[in-house]
């Protein structure tokens, strides 16, 4: 499993559309969008568009005159959001944008950034996209304690490769520790020579019967990774036993806070200082 992105596989990219996207990345889209303060009529990039959450909430933005494209390394990813598309995409990955310098008014990449070998190389890229003084827009998970995901994880060291799996995570989303925090993402998208930086931190509540957020677990990177370091048996036992703890826990639906950051700043400038 490991070097191979879980979101390759049509039936996680199924599951993604289905339970995640509305679920966990409906709000931060609108955030980061409403943030962004794209004008109607922009030529707007989403990059690592999934099934293009991100992507309609800029079209509603800016409206018919408007032009969005989209860029994502799946293409089953793109074909789980194809129903619900009205924009062109591309298979494309960060830091290899099949676009010319200074294509766009506005790009976004939400929650992409943590995934790339190197998130300078990435955030590089968007601003080469980017023309002067347009929009950058990037967000991150932050560090609010995550009880769900938690005890999903308490559950998995039972199994005898906590340690297996944290390792394995590190690998393949390298930046999820680091950019967790509002400082460290605003010192990024400075070195990238973005200006007029700021990062705002907001919360939702993520609200998903039980039954429904473990298939969204299990289809995450960190789910796909555990399933591939156990036997078909164990993943069966898994499944049963962390479905089990998630309804003692929280009952028929499970409910918790999250927090992410918006990055936001402008290209063409020298960067601002702390």
């Known amino acids: 499993m490991e070097g191979r992105s879980p979101y390759l596989d049509a039936n996680v990219a199924r599951t993604y559309a289905r339970f995640a996207a509305p679920a966990q990345f409906a709000r931060p889209a609108q955030d980061l969008v409403e943030l962004l303060d794209i004008p109607s009529g922009a030529h707007v990039l989403d990059v690592g568009t999934g099934t293009g959450v991100v992507a309609r909430a800029m079209a509603a933005r800016i409206g018919a005159a408007g032009r969005v494209a989209g860029v994502d390394a799946s293409i089953e990813m793109l074909r789980a959001g194809a129903c619900d598309r009205r924009h062109p995409v591309l298979v494309a990955r960060v830091p290899d944008l099949p676009f010319r310098n200074a294509a766009f008014d506005a790009v976004a990449a939400s929650f992409v950034i943590t995934h790339v070998d190197s998130y300078v190389d990435g955030l590089a890229e968007l601003v080469r996209v980017c023309r002067s003084g347009g929009r950058i827009g990037v967000t991150t998970w932050g ?87 156990l036997s078909r048996t164990d993943w069966d036992r898994f499944v049963q036993h962390v479905t089990a703890a998630l309804q003692t826990r929280f009952g028929d639906v499970v409910s918790y806070r999250r927090d992410f950051h918006v990055g936001i700043g402008a290209t063409g400038g020298r960067g601002t200082q702390p």
């Not at 297996?164 to 400082?183: C, K």
């Open 143 to 229: 560090t609010l304690p995550n009880p769900a995901g938690a005890l999903w994880k308490d559950v998995a060291s039972t199994f005898g490769v906590g340690q297996q799996l944290a390792d394995a995570f590190r690998r393949a989303i390298p930046w999820d520790e680091w950019l967790s925090t509002a400082a460290n993402l605003a010192d990024a998208l400075r070195a990238a020579r973005v200006s007029d930086v700021n990062v705002v931190t907001r919360e939702f509540v993520i609200r998903i019967p039980a039954l429904d957020y473990v298939a969204m677990k299990n289809a995450t990177v960190e789910g796909t990774l555990l399933r591939a370091l």
